[in-house]
């Protein structure tokens, strides 16, 4: 578009004229004219504040010396020390003030041939409680005539007094200063009398005062010894105001803290200045009405219809000059039409995403839940070697495909800002044991040297969210193993405190292949590597970092890698943490109790979930009926008398929220039913759903069956509420067949048979035992390896159990 009226060179001109005119006239009236005068004005007001404040200062110093004199008459009178020391202890009790402390000091053996010092010193405390100080009389602190105030006053003339230097009383740590004088009987030095000052309030009053005036002061002594300095700070061509005052010579210095005399020189020039205004009141209403006229009225207009149309919409202006302002409409309104199609395309992007990511989860978790369950239900079974083996491969195919599908919901939901911490106490030893459990004999397979270094207390405990700390490590860790063929990985725990903040300190160490410094920059972005290899090479989805990113950020904290090619890697995370108590952490038993007899009504429409399900359910002892959705679900439990419903979420005809509401509506006993949700789906909305409309436990599919177990034992007591017979015969003691059984299936290699028995004494057991049960699990664990346990440990158990079978 042509232009053939600039905006630009209408606004100069205006301006150009209004600011010539205004600063050849204010400025050379104001600088030329006003300032001298002004500036000497405002030295001499800051030269009377500076006097003001030390005659502040100077008049509780001088009431002082009317004290002093008080006590000067008293050691001059003939009265008895004794009556002395009365009048002392009244006057001190009376007065209020600078003066905290003070006595008479006579000439040593004037007072008692036989006795050197016999002083009259009283001290009055904060509390206003007066007390009389003796140790000044001892002869072995080597006597106060000895003392610079003492002797200054010997033998001057009656009447003198004699100002100390600021001092720091060594028992109340304060600044004080003693003011001395002479005294005499019949015209001979009998001795000296001191008055103590403290300093504090009057400190603290040249602070309160320079704080309220807005002044920089610092107090001296006679010895230019700094008493107290407040703000006070000097700039280049600052005007000091100084002035020296009182018998003991001390000298203050002021300035204006905030605002110099040259700010305030500018200040008064300024409103000069604003004085003046009326008389260029016209060129300023000329000026402004040709750039309100031709600059802010319409772009005041355009804002208008700009935040009018801020869902979107073109803007309609009247305006008919062919310059900027034209072009910027015509403009906009082309990119407004542009932007919002593009804001329809990204929203509904962003609405198929999260569907295509819900789908995803809830489509993969189905199969999978056949595929795991499948081999859960295989591994049951009396297999050889080699089918175990592969079994345990299909397994962790498995496995690790499901970890792979929840990094990828991980890094969605932080994408989206759904990213949850679920924040409790835990020990950070239970997450350094499971490292080194997992990685230890990984890294032995591989060749590889592995150690965790930690210099964190053992009994540390954390208030946190121990799932992402542990999956921070995990990551970290997982790829320096992956990466790494030869050498070692190394593990650094410590904590520092920084600005306030506890802070744990990981670093991951490896000699793995290395990352180049041009990669080092994108390691930490979504869905990529190092290199276009590394994926062909070593698998994985490219957010492991991505994420644990994501986590250390949003726990307020930071990740650095420092790396060379061919050479190693090295991550560095801090991260705040929030210490607790140290609690007391439950063993995790997998308990299995008596099923025989309870029936269990499973609510699932694909078949294949059903069977499985199934299958662990009938292996469990319960009578199994299925149906394939919610309204079947509603006429089965009408009908018959359930133990337990496994109740799906999405489901044709009625899915299992509606069902769960229709069961805890029903008006029978059967509306308190113990009822598992059986889903794939892992978002938060539908667990909540859920659990809102009556569901007991929520069970993850794919199902893993220990988490089923754990689950029937934590509901026990409903499970059980309609059997309760079946639950006290599984109360019944540990019984020698299940030695034997647990025995003969070590003797013939069936760890996995092993292992259910093992179960079950250790359910029967519950916790009545640690040591025993610490036993037990030792040797589960070497079950679960498909490894031989310890023989050793095999025949503690044994000696142990029997106390059980009695």
Not at 475 to 484: D, S
Request: glycine share 6%.
């Amino acid at each position: 578009m042509e232009i053939s009226s600039s905006l630009k060179r209408k606004s100069i001109l205006a301006l150009g004229v209004y600011l010539c005119f205004f600063i050849a006239t204010i400025g050379t009236v104001s600088y030329l004219v006003v300032e001298p005068p002004v500036r000497e004005k405002l030295e001499q007001n800051l030269d009377l504040k500076t006097q003001l404040l030390a005659g502040q200062i100077e008049e509780p110093l001088n009431s002082s010396i009317g004290i002093l004199q008080s006590i000067v008459s008293l050691g001059e009178t003939n009265h008895s020390q004794k009556f002395q020391a009365q009048l002392l202890y009244s006057l001190f009790k009376t007065i209020d003030g600078v003066v905290v402390s003070g006595g008479i000091w006579p000439q040593p053996y004037t007072v008692d041939p036989d006795i050197a010092y016999k002083s009259l010193f009283y001290n009055r405390a904060s509390d206003g409680r007066v007390d009389k100080i003796l140790s000044w009389n001892n002869p072995a602190a080597g006597g106060y005539d000895k003392e610079a105030w003492y002797i200054v006053a010997i033998d001057k003339p009656a009447g003198s007094v004699f100002w100390s230097e600021v001092y720091i009383d060594a028992y109340t740590h304060v600044q004080m200063i003693t003011v001395t004088s002479p005294y005499y009987l019949d015209d001979v030095f009998a001795g000296v009398v001191t008055v103590d000052l403290s300093l504090v309030d009057l400190v603290d009053f040249v602070r309160q005062s320079a704080m309220e005036s807005d002044l920089g002061v610092i107090l001296r002594d006679s010895f230019n010894e700094v008493i107290t300095e407040h703000n006070f700070k000097i700039q280049e061509n600052i005007y000091i105001s100084q002035h020296q005052f009182g018998g003991f010579n001390w000298t203050v210095d002021v300035v204006n803290a905030k605002r110099t005399v040259n700010d305030e020189v500018y200040d008064l020039v300024t409103n000069v200045e604003f004085g003046i205004i009326p008389i260029l009141l016209l060129c300023v209403m000329v000026g402004y009405y040709l750039i309100n006229q031709y600059l802010i009225k319409p772009i005041i207009l355009i804002a208008k219809k700009v935040d009018d149309s801020i869902e979107g919409g073109i803007i309609e202006v009247n305006y008919r000059s062919n310059d900027e302002i034209r072009h910027l409409i015509d403009t906009f309104n082309e990119k407004t039409g542009f932007i919002e199609a593009e804001k329809a395309k990204a929203q509904a992007s962003t609405k198929a995403k999260s569907a295509f990511l819900a789908t995803l989860s809830h489509e993969i978790r189905t199969p999978m839940n056949g595929v795991l369950g499948t081999a859960q239900i295989l591994l049951k079974e009396n297999l050889t070697p080699d089918q175990r083996k592969h079994m345990h491969s299909l397994y962790d195919s498995g496995d690790h495909m499901m970890t792979l599908l929840n990094e990828i919901l991980d890094f969605s939901k932080i994408e989206q800002g759904h990213m949850e911490f679920d924040r409790a106490a835990f020990p950070l030893e239970s997450i350094i044991g499971s490292i080194n459990s997992v990685y230890h004999t990984l890294c032995t397979e591989k060749g590889l040297q592995f150690k965790v270094y930690s210099e964190i207390p053992v009994e540390r405990w954390y208030f946190a969210d121990k799932a992402r700390l542990r999956q921070i490590l995990f990551n970290l860790i997982n790829n320096a193993v992956k990466f790494t063929s030869r050498g070692f990985v190394e593990v650094y725990l410590k904590e520092r405190v920084i600005d306030d903040e506890l802070r744990l300190l990981i670093k991951v160490r490896d000699t793995g292949i290395g990352i180049s410094k041009e990669a080092q920059s994108r390691i930490f972005k979504p869905f990529e590597q190092a290199e276009s290899s590394t994926t062909r090479s070593f698998g994985g989805t490219g957010l492991g970092l991505a994420i644990v990113s994501q986590i250390v950020e949003l726990n307020g904290g930071s990740i650095e890698v420092t790396s060379e090619v061919g050479i190693g890697t090295s991550f560095d995370v801090s991260l705040v943490m929030t210490s607790t108590a140290a609690g007391t952490v439950e063993m995790p038993i997998h308990r299995k109790l008596n099923y025989d007899g309870l029936k269990v009504l499973i609510v699932e429409d694909n078949r294949t979930n059903t069977i499985i399900i199934e299958t662990f359910m009938k292996y469990k002892g319960f009578v199994c009926d299925c149906v394939e959705n919610g309204e079947q679900a509603l006429q089965a439990v009408a009908k018959e008398q359930y133990d337990l419903v496994l109740m799906d979420n999405h489901m044709p005809v009625m899915d299992g929220v509606e069902a769960t509401t229709g069961i805890r509506t029903m008006s029978n006993s059967n509306s308190d039913i113990l009822i598992f949700g059986c889903t794939a789906d892992v978002f938060k909305e539908t667990r909540e759903r859920m659990l809102g409309a009556g569901v007991d436990y929520i069970i993850s599919k794919p199902i893993d069956e220990s988490e089923l177990d754990d689950a029937l034992y934590q509901y026990a007591r409903k499970l059980y509420q309609y059997h309760p017979e079946v639950e006290k015969a599984d109360s019944k003691k540990l019984s020698e067949e299940m030695l034997v059984r647990l025995y003969i299936e070590l003797e013939n290699n069936q760890y996995t048979r092993a292992m259910s028995v093992l179960d079950d004494i250790i359910a029967m057991l519950g916790s009545q035992d640690t040591v025993l049960l610490e036993k037990l699990n030792h040797i589960r664990d070497s079950l679960e390896q498909e490894q031989e346990p310890d023989f050793s440990d095999v025949d503690v158990i044994t000696v142990m159990l029997a106390e059980y079978c009695k």
